[in-house]
């Protein structure tokens, strides 16, 4: 097992973004394109679930236990989804 932070990091990504592509496909692609980093991509992900209203949907599991949007952002990112 490899045990680079990155490729966790970009793992983590990669599921994040495949659940809200679920939701919203063409609005989920945006979060990723171009030239970005992580900061970027944290708040492209955070307008994305503020304008679909998706603070509060769950979109995973940790140990059994529902993860909503904004659980994962958080997990993810390391800081609060900030929802204006």
């Given at each position: 097992?490899?045990?680079d932070p990155g490729l966790r990091?970009?793992?983590a990504e990669?599921?994040?973004i495949s659940k809200l592509r679920a939701?919203?496909?063409e609005k989920a692609v945006r979060v990723f394109s171009g030239t970005t980093d992580?900061?970027?991509r944290a708040k492209r992900a955070a307008a994305l679930i503020a304008s679909e209203g998706l603070t509060d949907t769950v979109c995973?599991?940790?140990?059994?236990q529902p993860v909503t949007f904004a659980q994962a952002h958080e997990r993810?990112?390391?800081h609060t989804l900030?929802?204006?």
């Open positions: 097992m490899n045990s990091q970009m793992k990669q599921w994040f939701i919203a496909p992580i900061s970027i995973g599991k940790t140990a059994g993810l990112y390391g900030k929802i204006v």
